[in-house]
């Protein structure tokens, strides 16, 4: 008998699952991502939920044979470890994780990716049209893409490819990254982001009406999305962000030249009408190569979990004629 495993590593959660030799999910184990006060924490709780989830499927960890790895980053890919990431606490430098994994289920094979990859890895692996081009978007906390381009997962120096919520698309750097740098597409349409850019669109055209609460410490996206078509500053915002959106979306079809461009991350998948159905009505105006389809992911919050386990069935790669029994 052929196992596998994969592992989600987010900032807040931690999750692993367990698939038998046709790839059917036959344990899961979930934890909170713990905060520390070390990178080996970290990695203990990682070990610890994957071992969870073997005792779940009923198997020892020794028997699985290849396992995949969605994580936040950045990485040194070549040491198997997250370095520095930015939503832990500071104390957190170094998290091994492809060692440690690879003693723990006695195999070297064990395949590390940033969640964006992951996604697209999953997509590739799980979704009706799985073309050889295809893009992963996620709109979350943050932005990111997993790229797929003429078969080849794009991993890119240290496993950073994809970093498109970081390409500019306001000049004027109105607003600053959590990055550090100004005009950053994640600056203005992430989750965590949206707040500010809508006190934005308010100081620019103060005429315009809201009930919107902008001053309030606990004023997230999630209130611009509420009050859809009830008040005139979040219909506005909404439009603002879609067409921001449908640029930043626009430069990644021109870069990769994909035939599927799927949407995951709690922005895209809570607002699917407000957001991914309004970036398909720009892009097809603002892109000149092919106009991809985009589509949400059928996975939801699971995307990154299904590709890592694709990762492992695959050997990296989400191809399905690779897939090992
Ligand atoms: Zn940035």
Redesign the pocket.
Known sequence: MVYYAGVDLGATNLRAAVADDDGTTIGVSRNATPRGPTGIDVTEGVLRTLREACGDAGIEPESIDAAGIGSIGPFDLAEGAVIDPANLPDSIDRIPLTGPIEKLIDSEEVHLHNDTTAGVIGERFHADRNPADMVYITISSGIGAGVCCDGEILDGWDGNAGEV??TVVDPRGRLT???G?DG?W??YCSGNAIPDFVRLLAEDDPTIDTDLPLEDPDFTAKDVFEFAGEDELADYAIDQLAHWNAIGVSNVIHSFAPIVVSFGGAVALHNEDLVVDRIRQRVSEMVMANVPEIRVTDHGDDVVLEGALASAMTEGTGDRSRFKR
Do not use: D, L, R
Request: hydrophobic share 10%.
């Open positions: 919520g970081h990254c959590g990055c740098h950053h994640e600056a």
